[in-house]
Each structure stands twice: as C-alpha cells, then as structure tokens.
C-alpha cells in the first residue's frame, strides 16, 4: 500500500511539475528570494530573518512558513545560557527529552522517537560516531561543543523523505560561525560539581581570517574536561576525562558564483570510569576515541538555479580497555576496538521555477565500513593478543544511495505545500519509498495551521546485527546471585518503517507566541533489545535486538512564549507522551509521560541573566529497576527536574564574564548522572 501510494504522489508530482516548468517566468530569482517573496513588508522581512531554517525543507525558508515542527536555538540564547554541548542547549527543546544510560550517554527522545531516529548533522554533513544505533549519538551530544556554533535548528517529526533512515523521529543541524571581518575569540571556564572534588574547565580559541580577497577561513583549538559524578559508593556513573576539538576551514571564492570550501575537524577523547567497593578500586575502564572528518564542497549558482556538491570522510575509533584491580594489582579483563568508516557524497540542486514554485531534488551515495571486535559475520579482519587476551575482528560493509525530489509551492500568499518523495537502496536492505506532504494554512498574518502526512524508514546498524561482546561481567540479578552479560546481534532483523501524521496551531499576539499541536507515529517492526536466553551453567545473560510488531508514539504539545516588557520575557513548554508496544500496551522505557521545561529571560544593559530548567512525571525508569529474576526486571516510576540559572555581565565591547549554576536545587539520580549542582565561572573575549 505504502508503495502504491508513493508512485501515485510521484505522479502527480511529476505531473504538475511539468506543468510549472513549462510556465513562463524571465526573472532570475534567487532561492533565497523566493522564500522572502511571500513577507508583507520590509519590516516583517527584518524581523523573521534570524528565523530562517535550512534544515526544514533543505532550502532556506522561515519558520513560519514551514509545515514540519521546527525549533532555532539562537546565537543569543547559547550566549545568554552559556551552553558547553548540544546537549545543554536541546534541553528546553518541546518535545525533546533526555536519558542517561549507565555508562553516562545520553539517550535523547524526539518525540518519543529514540537517539538512533535522530540525525545529527553539522552545516548539512552527516556526524559519524558509535556503531551501534541504539548508541550512536550517546556521547555526541556531550561532544559537540557551542565554541564555533552560530545556531541549531532542530526538525522534530520524521524527515525520512529528505534525510533518510536516521531521520525517522527528526533532525539537528549544527550552523557553525561565518563572518566576513577578522575576528579571534577566546573562552575559557572552569567547573565544580557538588558529587566530586575534581574540577571541570575549557579553554577554546578560535580565529577567523574574515574575507581577504576571494579567500576565507577559520582555526580553532581547545580542551575540555568533564567531571565524574560518583554515587553513594563512590563509583562513577560517568566515563570522564578530557576532549580535544581542533577544527580548520577555509574557502575560495573562484567568482561571483562558485565557491569551494575545505574543511577539517578532529576530536580526541581520554576518558575513564572507575568502580569502587569501599574504599577500594575494583574496576577501571579507559575509553580512548579519535572522530575525524574532512572533505570539499562547491557552491555555484546559474540563473534560477544553486547547485551544492560535497564529498567528505568520516573516521571514528575507539578502543575500551577494562580493567580489574585486586589487591592493587591492576590486570587486563577485556578489550575492544572498531573502527566506524563513511564515505559521503551529496549533490543538490535548487530551481526556483517563479516566484511560487521551488524544485529541489539531489542525491547521496554513502558507503560505511565497520571493522570491530564487537562483530562476528563470519569475516576476519584480524586477530590480536594484549596481555594474554585474544580477541578477532570482523569488518561489514554496506553501501547506500539515495534519491529524492521535493517541490516547495506557495499558490497563495495563503497557502505553503511542499510534497517530497525520497527512494533510498542498499546493498543488505530493501529498496523503500519515503513520501511525504506538508501543508502550512496562514488564515492572516497571526494565525497559522500546519499538517504533516508522510511515511519513515529506518535499517538496523551492523552490530545490532553482528554483535557479539561481554557487556559486563559479574553483574547481580537478585537471588540467583551474578552474571555476565553478553550482548548478540540478530542478522535478520527488518528494517523499522512508519506512517505519521502531525497537526499544529500557531497563534501569534503582540508579545505572545502560543503553538498546540497534536502527534501520532505509528512504527511497525520497532527494533528493540532484552534478555532472550539464559545459561545457568556458565552464568550468562545473552541479550539480543528483535523486531516488535509495532509501537505507537503519540501526545501533544503545548508552547508559550511571552515578552513582559524590554528587560523580562518568560517561555513554557509542556508534552504529553503516550509511547507504547501496539501489541502488549506496555509503555516504552526511559520517558516521561509528562514533560514540562521552562524559563525567565532577563536583559538589562550590560546584564544578562536566565533561569531555566525541566521537569519530568511519570518517567519510566528502566535503568533504575527492581529484579525479579535474570530476565524480568520491573521498572520504576520517578519524578525528575534540574533548573539551573545563569548570570552574564558585559564587561565591554569585547569582553564579558559569567557565572552559573546547574541543577541548582541539588537533584540526585546516579543511575542518570544527576549529582547535585555544578557551579559554573568563565570569561569570553573578542579580539
């Protein structure tokens, strides 16, 4: 069904395309042009520019324009809050929630919609991290860094037809800083947290050529560490340690319409995690990683025409070594190292046919390869000894392309329609179809309907397929006493695919911005994991992926934004999630069935000040469970909040200092790397 469907929007896309084409229109406008057409008045233009997402519809357009849930998190709003990583900043996000797992990564729900349903993208390129799905981006949000991020712009809903299988639940695209006039910056901070007595701190620079001639280019440098969270004992519930980012670009502007662009950035992680019993140290873990990507990409414009082509490489590594210690004596237990590889090529092509129609329609041929001591397919890619311990790596590859079209309409300074269809193959999944239409009403200029109707897809990664790896060892399952816990892949898990459906409500005041909306995605063979074999024999949990028949993620809304006056303006956000397996009505683990995240802004002169935090009821702890026996264990449910404030002083021009708290009031979950407050000092300059 979901396949004649999409031949049948095909067809009437190609079919009213044509028609478009063949319209007469001797004007050159630009995209960008095209997008603004539709403003009543310079003014308005001025006012909604810094709302403009090109992450939405591939295209620049303005918020209000399109269909699909959007969100910017500003320049403004990461300066006044000081964000360190994408995680602090997605926190207020509607819709948006987070989860810590036991090793301190973080789960995000778009939603409802997991971590490996959302694609983390910087200025259009994909992010390579863990080969796992379930935790690909777990440590990128703490990852990624604010130092050289202009905005983001967060899509939530599914963005299948434009962006492919990891964007079934939505996108985040990271905007990094352009500027045209020489510029260096420099942050530097330092951190306590109430659970540690260590100290936190980064030190970035960043220095911009501004435009010299056809060239320009930036460099940067830094180092971050993050502190470790103990629990009661004294373990860490977090790998911590120290990250490195080094980043350099620079681009040549060969005319007035071709630009190509150079880009390289590398981060370095050395991070561990310590286990405790008592006073003593049992357990010690070194987790290294080195994430690289660089590549080219040309910009050219011909008529009514943009045209991008990219190509670029990502390299992540990472090795685990786990260690014991008895009696002082510190002994290898396991090791492992993968190395997750991706080649990417993009080609767009933007066509702005008139002043109403926007064609868009591009490509992209991905290669990923995998080479890990965490898969066993039957291949062999080496065999290693360190200390005593053997261990063999298998490699996987899978090969990607995909195609798609969109077509952006305005028939009416009314009207916003803009269907897509993405077709995406593989060399080790079936070929699917990604239809989807979006529809923004403006019933005038302060009263806006949305609709989204569309199809998702989503492949398992290569080790929920190949895996094979001692999770843990040890680990206590109530009366039976402990186990080891091995986790194995599935090679013939489906693929997950959806149907979904959103609508919204915008209304805008004065000083009042209020939106409602209401969501239900439908997700058939949800691919999750659990405890399927037990041997009692050799005391071991074998934990595996399977498909369910289906989950349903659904709720809603609701966010209000208010200006007070010139100085005060307050923001509110709530979400109600009813996540579900469609066959059993149990609810999905680790999240809330209500969210409510919310803040006051304060501008004064050369003061800035924000306080501003969430609120989780009702959340469904699966990490923090009670144990029945070694394969059932019950969930509990919990209330959680942090809040945290932030005050910023503009010494001058160039120059302001900050100080701040995070999870002010103090709240404690270990098994989710919430220990008390962490106090905040830093100082940003401008050269």
Known sequence: MKKSWAALLCV????SATGVVGAENNSSTSVVSVNKSQNNTSDEQSRHMKDITVTATRTEALVRDVPIATTIISQEEIKSRQYRNLEQALQSVPGVAFSTDAHGGQNITM????SRHTLILIDGRRVTGELTKTRANAMGWLRQGMDNVERIEITRGPSSALYGSEANGGVINIITKQSRKPSVEVNTEISRRDASSA???NFNVLARSGQQGKWNGSIGAGIRRNIAGN???GSDNNYHGDQIPLHFDVSYQAGKRDKFSFFIDRETEDLDMNTKKGSALTQSVDKNTTTTS??????????RSSLMVQSYYNHYKDTYDQYKRTG????????????NKEWITDAQVNTAIDKKNLLTYGVQFRRQEAISTRINNGSIAWSRTREGITDTAGKATINYGSYFVQHQWKPSRKWVIIPAVRYDTSNAFDSHWSPKIGVTYKANDSLRFKMNYGAGYSTPGMTEMYHHWLMASNVPRGRLGTFDIYLQGNPNLKPESSYNFDFSVEKDWKRTNVKASYFHNVIKNYIESGANRIDMANRRIYVSYSNLPRAVLQGVELSVNHRLNDKWD?????TYLDAKNDVTHDRLLNRGRHVFSGGVNYHQGRWTGAFWGNYYINYLDGIDAIVVNPRLSIPKKKNIQTWNVMVTRQLNDNASMYVGVENIFGEKQDLRDIHGATYRIGLNLRM
């Open 12 to 15: 009437v896309y190609l079919t």
């Open 111 to 114: 939603r409802g919609a997991e």
């Open 199 to 201: 100290t936190g701190y």
């Open 231 to 233: 629990n009661d004992s």
């Open 294 to 303: 660089t590549g080219l990409r040309w910009n050219d414009r011909r008529g």
């Open 328 to 339: 002082g004596i510190k002994k290898l237990s396991i090791w492992d190292e993968y190395y």
């Open 570 to 574: 307050v923001f509110g956000n709530y």
